[in-house]
C-alpha cells in the first residue's frame, strides 16, 4: 500500500535525539538551582516544549506525516491554550 | 477495486493521533488546574514542591526518555526486518516501564511514610497551598502511572501479535500506533516533572 | 441503478448476519446507526415521560405528588438521559452512522469495530446511570450539572451516575475519531471535499467538538467522583480548592457540547431544505465555513453560563461579547436557509415541515439566548425557568425537531417504507403548538421571576404553569402520534424506491434499504454536487 513510501528513520536518529533529550533534561534541573523568581517556571516550560517537539517530530515521525497530521495537533494545542488562557482570564483578575 | 481490502495505513495512524489528543485535552483540565492553583499559591507550592525528592524525578524522567528511544528503534528494526532485535528493544521498553512504576512506588511510600498524603493530619498543620499541591500531585502522578501501567499492557499485547506474524515488517502500524501512545506519556511527563520538581 | 426488489431487505436481512446477535455484533455502520437510533427513540421517551411528570407536579404550587427530593432527582434523571442519552449522540450516532459513509460514497466507516464498541460503550453506560437509580444512596438529585459542593457531599449515588457518564462520553470520543478519520480518508472517486452533502460537513464539525471537548469533562467529573471516594478535594475550599474552577472545567465542554447537539441538526436541515425547494442550497461554502466556525467559536464562550458564579468583571466581559460573535454563524445559516427556499419549488412535505419548524423555533431560542448572553440582562434571569425555556426552544424545538426531520426524511430510505404523511403532519401540528405553549409560558414566569429546579412556586406563577402543563400534554399527543405513524410504516408502510423525495446525494442513487455493501462491487464515481438536482437527472 502507500506505507512502501513511508520515510524508515535510522537508528542513529534516534540516538542522537535521545541525547538532546537527555542534554536539555540536565538543563532544565541546572537552570532550576538559579532563583530567576517569576522566570524559572517559564524557562522550565519552554525547556520542556523543545523537549516535546523533538519527541512529537522525531520519535512521533510528525516531521514526515501530511501537512493534515501537523495541523491537527496545532488544533488541539490551540484550543488547549484557550481553555487555559480564558480561565485566566477569571483568575486573574477576581 | 479491490481498494477496500487495503488496509488504510495513514488513516489508522490518524486515528491514532486523534485518540491522543484526546489523552491531551484528558491531562489538559489537570493541568489548567495546577496552573490556577500554582498562581493562587506560589509561595506554598514551592514550599510543598521543596519535599518532593529531584532525585526521584530526575531518575524517572532519564527512564522514560529512554523507554521511548527503545521504543522508537523496535519500530525502525521491525521495518527492516530485524524482528527478534525489534522484539528485545520493546521487552526494554516495558522493563522501562516497570522501572518506573517501581520508582515511583517508592517515592510514594516514602512520601506516605513522612505523613505526606491527603488528608494527613500532618498536610493539614501546613498551609492550604501545600495542601493543594500534594492533591494534585497524587492526583495526576496517579493517572499518569495508571497510563504507563496501561501503555506497558499495549506494548505487551503488541509483542505478542509480533510473535504471532500479525505485525510485520509489510503491516507494522499496530506497532507504530503503540509507540505513539507510549510517547505520549513520554510527554506527559516531560511536563510534569519540572512542574512537580523543578518548583522555585 | 439495480432493480429494487419488494422482498429485498437489503442490509436488514443480511443472510451472513442473522438474528439477535447478528445484530449486536454487527460492525455493519447501518446496523450500528439503527441499533443507536431505537436505543435513543426509547430513552427519549423515558426522558419524556419523566419531563411530564415534572410538568405535572407544577401543575399547582405545593407538594402534588412528589417531595423536594422526588423532584430533584426527576429533574435531574431527566437532564441526564436527555443530554447524554437522546440529544448529544441522537443524530451523530444514529443518523451520522446510518447515512453519513453512504453520502460520501464509502462502504462503512474507518473503524467500523470501534464504531461497535461505541454503542456498547452507550449502552453500558446507561445501564450503570439506570442502576444509580436504586443502589447507593438512590438516584442524583444535583441537576445534571453536578454542581460542587453539592455533588460531592449529597448521599444520593452521584459516583456511578458520574461513572456512566464518564463511560458514555467516551462512546462519543469514539464516534468523533470515527467520523473525522472516515470523512478524511475514504470520501469516494469525485468525492472532493466541496462536493459534501452540507449533512456530513456538520458531522465532520460536530466530530472535532466531540474528539477536543469531551475529554475535559471526563477529568472534570473524575475529580468529582475522586472527591467523593477518596476524600481529595480539588475544587473543596477546606482543601484549598476553588469550586468555581469546577464550574469552569464543566462548561468548557458542556458548552461546545449544545454545538455537538445543533451542529448536525443544521445540517439535516441544510440537506432537506434544497431537495424540498428543488433548488441548490444557497451559499454551500458559507454554510461550511460557519458550521467550523461556529465549532471554533463555541470554545470560546462557556463562562457565559457563569456570570453569576463569581468571576472576574473581566472574564463575564470578555465572555460575554464573544458569546454575541458566536450568534452570527448562526444567523449566516438561516439567511442561506431562507434564501435557498426563495423562489424554489416548494414540496411541503413532513420532512420540510419539520425542517422549517428547527429554523423558526431555533430562532426563537437563539433569540432569547442574546438576553441569556447579555451579562447585565442574564443577572435577573439567571436560574428561571427563562433559561429553561431558551433551552428547550434550541434544544428541542432546534436539534429534537431536526432529529424528527431526519426521521420523516431517513427512515423511508432505511426500512424502504413510507408513513402516512398526513398523520405525519398532524403529529407535527400538535407538537408545535403544544411546544411553543409549554416554552413560552415558561419564558414569560421566568422573567416575571420563578426559579428553575424549585418543585414549589409561588401562588402567582399558576397560571401560566398550568398552561404550560397542558402544552406538554398536547405535545405529547403529536410526540405518541408521530412515533405510532413512523414505527407502524416501518413494518407496514407502503414499499418505496431509492429516491422517494429525489435527493441528489449518494444515499438516494441506491436501493432502500441499502445492500449491506452499499455500492455493490463498483466504488461510485461523482460527478456532480450535493444538491445538483439537474446534472442528477432529477426532474
Redesign the interface.
Known sequence: ???ES?H????RT??L??IA??IL?GA??AV?QV??GAL??WV??T??SC??AL??F????MKY??R??KL??L???I??A???G????????? | MSAHEHKDYVGAKFGMWLFLFTELLLFGGLFILYSVYLSRYPADFVTAGAELDLRFGAANTLVLLTSSLFVALSITALRLGKTKQSLWLLAATVASALLFLLNKFFEWSAKIHHGLYPGSPELQAREIGETVFFNLYYLMTGLHGLHVLIGAVVIVWVMVFIRQGKVHRDDWVILENAGLYWHLVDLIWIFLFPLYYLVL | MTAYLANDRGFLGDKKAPGFLGWIFSTDHKRIGLLYFWSIVTFFCVGAILGLLLRLELFSPGVDFMSAQTYNATFTLHGVIMIFLFIIPGIPAAFGNLIMPIQIGARDVAFPRLNLLSWWLYIAGALLAITSLFTGGGPSDTGWTFYVPFSAQTQSNVSLALFAVFIIGFSSILTGINFVTTIHRMRTTGMGWFRLPLFTWSLYATAWIQILATPVLAITVSLVMVERLLGIGLFNPTQGGDPVMYQHLFWIYSHPAVYIMVLPGMGVVSDIIPVFARKPAFGYKAIVVSSLAIAFAGSLVWGHHMYTSGMSDNAVLVFSFLTFVVAIPSAIKVFNWVTTLYKGSISLDPPLLYALSFVLLFSIGGLSGLILGAASADVHVHDTHFVVGHFHYVMFGGTGFAFFAAMHYWLPKIYGRMYSKKLATIAWGFMFVGLNVLYLSMQIVGVQGMPRRYYDYLPEFTDLNRLATVGSWILAIGLVTMFANLFHSVRRGSPVGPNPWGGASLEWQIPSPPPTDNFGEEDPIVTHGPYDFKEAGIL
Do not use: C, G
Not at chain 1, 58 to 61: D, P, Q, S, V, W
Not at chain 1, 86 to 94: A, E, G, M, S
Open positions: 500500500m502507500s506505507s513511508s524508515i528513520v535510522p537508528y534516534f540516538i535525539i535521545w533529550l537527555l533534561t532544565t534541573v532550576a532563583d530567576l524559572n517556571i522550565a516550560l525547556i520542556a523537549k516535546s519527541v512529537v522525531i520519535f512521533m515521525h506525516e501530511q493534515l497530521f491537527a495537533l488544533s488541539a494545542l484550543i488547549l484557550v481553555f487555559i480564558f480561565t485566566f482570564i477569571d483568575v486573574l483578575y477576581r
